[in-house]
């Protein structure tokens, strides 16, 4: 299950409130601010600072 565009035009970064962007795989969104990744579960994306994966250097 996808996000759709709409949803993704007004999520942001709940860290540093900037931008976020799909990942490649279409699972996860990613903030290149903070260099976080944020899941999408059951197509439902978990926006908790908590649950943020840290992105690859």
Request: aromatic share 2%; proline share 7%; glycine share 8%.
């Amino acid at each position: 299950m996808s996000i759709s565009k709409e949803l993704l035009e007004i999520l942001a970064c709940p860290k540093c409130k900037g931008e976020i962007k799909l990942n490649d795989s279409g699972d996860g969104l990613i903030c290149e601010n903070c260099r976080l990744l944020y899941e999408i579960r059951d197509g439902i994306p978990i926006m908790l600072i908590d649950e943020a994966k840290p992105l690859n250097p």
